[in-house]
């Protein structure tokens, strides 16, 4: 299957900070990616749609003046977590559709704790 | 999508046939059923997907009813590293939709 990988895989930082989490699909494009959020023992939560060349669509709730998305190429769509608060915390991930459009793939997560 | 619904847990011998049930009885004709699973702190790994076929490949079989208002995803020998939750999800396909994902199936395999 295709392979989508994140970096960084885990993250600390303090308060108020800034911190921008990477999504790259490795062998294929994706003109589409997905990124959701998975607090301890819940499910995952679709936070929004990033489109290449185009806006994010963010779900209800979610402020995308604090989550910026961006998705400057076929391979790669960044998550900037702006002002990040201990209520950040939590399981980033992403997925992308491959070649078919049928079948989503996931990145491995990037664990993101805020101090 | 259609609201799926699956059983909050199960337990099962290791070397034996697990069986992961799905109810998706509003199911649309042109939804998808597919199955995830998520191994603790990793991302969502995909198994299988079929519409009315019933479905097998290296990891995994999946039995759809014919009225399709339910299916079964069956791991023919069971592993320890089988031990996950075990998502199952009803979607169209074609157009990168969203997933939306439930409570799912927390699969415990035990020696």
């Known amino acids: 299957g295709a392979v989508v990988s994140q970096h960084p895989s885990w993250v600390i930082c303090k308060s108020g900070t800034s911190v921008k989490i990477e999504c790259r699909s ?25 489109n290449e060349g185009s806006k994010a669509t963010y779900e209800q709730g979610v402020e995308k003046d604090k989550f ?11 998550l900037t977590v702006t002002s990040a608060h201990p209520e950040d915390s939590s399981f980033y ?3 992308a559709p491959d070649r078919a459009g049928e079948t989503q793939y996931f990145g491995p997560g990037t664990r993101l704790l805020v101090l | 999508d259609a609201k799926t619904t699956q059983p909050p847990s199960m337990d099962c011998a290791e070397g ?12 649309s004709g042109n939804e998808y059923v597919y199955w995830y699973r998520q191994i603790h702190s990793q991302g969502p790994q995909y198994i299988i997907h079929g519409l009315k076929n019933n479905e097998t490949n290296e990891m995994a079989s999946l039995i759809i009813t014919e009225d399709r208002k339910s299916s079964t995803l069956i791991l023919p020998h069971a592993t320890l590293r089988d031990t996950a939750v075990y998502y199952c ?3 169209n396909t074609g157009t990168a939709s969203k ?3 439930g409570t799912g199936t927390r699969l415990q395999v035990t020696l």
Do not use: E, G
Request: some cysteine; hydrophobic content about 45%.
């Open chain 2, 16 to 27: 034996r046939a697990a069986n992961l049930p799905c109810n998706h009885s509003t199911i």
């Open chain 2, 89 to 91: 999800i009803a979607v």
């Open chain 1, 68 to 78: 910026l998305i961006n998705h400057a190429s076929l391979t790669l769509s960044t």
């Open chain 1, 26 to 50: 490795l062998d294929f494009q994706a003109t589409t990616m997905f990124w959701y959020r998975q607090f301890p023992k819940q499910s995952l939560m679709l936070m929004a749609t990033s």
């Open chain 2, 99 to 101: 997933l939306t994902f």
């Open chain 1, 93 to 95: 991930i992403c997925s």
